[in-house]
């Protein structure tokens, strides 16, 4: 059965702290990774979607990239208002998004 | 403009109510979804509808009654609500499914309280 795994559950940075959000990942022939942003009280946001390893892709101040096992989202001297919980997703089959639990990502001014 | 918008935002009801809830997309997608967040965040999908006819039924209660009266409305039936029903309900949309190219839109939630 197709399974996707986010670590760190929690993470608390600093203004201007670089770091990287994981995603793991195992299914059965990858036919797209998605990442969302979610803030709180509202629905996922789209961000971004990779299809083959070594894909990468960027928007701002984050950068997601794909190996065949995992994904990683980098965020880049990151700002208060990028606080948010990031959802990682795979499909499976036509219609389907498997989600990860998310991380819970707060940047400390 | 909304995307996706749904109805009600927030409802609070006793258990075996029947309630529903409504959603409606601005996109001109053809397939739409009903996704159910837990209280530890997870989002799992319930139900999809391509052009109004029922592709994905994800082993949900037979309480939970989907109704698509066209392709830019998705309605969730509740019937006999427990206190495990208690969640975030997500409509979405997309093109086509998943497919290449294709991006799942979510409207703002749903947020149910049985009590």
């Known amino acids: 059965e197709d399974q996707v795994t986010q670590s760190p559950e929690a993470l608390r940075l600093q203004e201007g702290e670089s770091s990287s959000l994981n995603c793991s990942y195992t299914v059965s022939g990858l036919r797209g990774l998605f990442w969302y942003r979610q803030d709180p009280g509202k629905g996922p946001e789209f961000l971004f979607t990779?299809?083959?390893a070594g894909e990468e892709k960027e928007k701002e101040r984050l950068k997601a990239t794909l190996t065949k096992k995992e994904s990683f989202l980098h965020i880049t001297a990151p700002k208060p208002e990028d606080s948010a919980t990031y959802l990682c997703?795979?499909?499976?089959?036509?219609?389907?998004?498997?989600f990860g639990q998310g991380t819970r990502l707060t940047i400390n001014p | 403009d909304t995307a996706v918008s749904q109805t009600p935002k927030y409802l609070v009801t006793q258990m075996g109510n029947d309630k529903s809830i409504k959603c409606e997309q601005n996109l001109g997608h053809d397939t739409m979804y009903w996704y159910k967040q837990d209280s530890k965040k997870f989002l799992k999908i319930m139900f999809s509808?391509?052009?109004?006819?029922?592709?994905i039924n994800e082993t949900v209660p037979n309480r939970f009654s989907p109704k698509s009266p066209d392709k830019a409305h998705l309605n969730l039936h509740i019937n006999s609500l427990e206190l495990g029903d208690s969640a975030v309900y997500f409509c979405?949309?997309?093109?086509?499914?998943?497919?290449?190219?294709?991006?799942?839109?979510f409207g703002e939630g749903s947020w149910l309280t049985v009590v």
């Open positions: 997703a795979v499909r499976q089959g036509a219609q389907k998004l498997v």
């Open positions: 509808y391509n052009n109004k006819e029922l592709i």
């Open positions: 979405a949309s997309s093109e086509k499914g998943t497919g290449s190219g294709n991006t799942i839109y």
């Open positions: 990779l299809y083959s």
